[in-house]
């Protein structure tokens, strides 16, 4: 899996942090407050994500998705107020409540001692990934992002959107690497389909918030992990195998 590579792609939501579940919280509460609608956590992350892969070649597919949530629920606001309502209340959560997932700092500092260039690809807007960067606490005291990673692009960064490869591209210009020298790290099928998309290997750590994509997600990776100890031990048995 890792003994030929030199560079790790990481997707951040979902897959290094512990995220979609308060993105659901989110999500909810805003659909709420524009139009008082109701809807489940597995509905909510279904929908956001089959929604942004359809408006992934828009030129900001969170507005076409906020322009969405605003049909389909019947809201009187205006789709700029329903997006810039929607990260107002996403800041708390962003700064507060979101945290690394169990020993995944522990699996990106083995990494980086070992010598691999790791970098973020990620449909994550960049001011939220500043906000990881420099506000959060539970990653900053863990492991600093701008610390680990050599590379950070977010969806400000491309034209496309996941699962369009466009970001993987940008990643192995950047770095001067073939495709077979890397490894994804992703959680979801948009970023499944993605690696595939760009011919490159992937290794899916588990979320259970796609586990209503769960059987397309395991025949399209290569790799599976329920948690980031056992790719830790993976790895370790990989790396330092006699």
């Known amino acids: 899996m890792i003994k030929d590579k030199k560079v790790i792609i990481f997707?951040?939501?979902?897959?290094?942090i512990d995220s979609i579940g308060i993105w659901n919280e989110i999500d909810r509460e805003l659909i709420k407050r524009i139009g008082n609608g109701k809807i489940g956590d597995t509905d909510i992350a279904k929908q956001r994500d089959e929604k942004l892969k359809h408006y992934s070649k828009c030129e900001d597919a969170y507005l076409e998705y906020?322009?969405?949530?605003?049909?389909?629920?019947?809201?009187n606001m205006e789709i700029a107020e329903i997006k810039k309502l929607r990260y107002e209340i996403a800041n708390n959560y962003l700064r507060k409540s979101i945290d690394y997932k169990p020993n995944a700092e522990i699996v990106l500092k083995y990494l980086k001692q070992k010598g691999f260039i790791l970098a973020i690809a990620s449909t994550t807007n960049e001011h939220t990934i500043e906000i990881y960067e420099n506000e959060n606490e539970n990653i900053i005291n863990k492991a600093n992002i701008k610390d680990i990673f050599s590379l950070i692009y977010s969806k400000n960064t491309v034209k496309e959107l996941k699962p369009n490869p466009e970001i993987y591209y940008k990643i192995l210009k950047e770095l001067n690497v073939d495709k077979k020298e890397c490894l994804i790290i992703e959680d979801s099928l948009i970023g499944v389909e993605a690696a595939n998309n760009a011919d490159i290997e992937v290794a899916v750590i588990y979320d259970k918030y796609s586990d209503c994509n769960r059987e397309e997600i395991n025949k399209l990776s290569q790799y599976r992990f329920k948690d980031y100890n056992e790719m830790l031990n993976y790895i370790k048995n990989e790396l330092e195998d006699n």
């Open 66 to 75: 906020c322009k969405f949530l605003k049909e389909k629920y019947g809201s």
């Open 11 to 16: 997707d951040i939501d979902g897959t290094l």
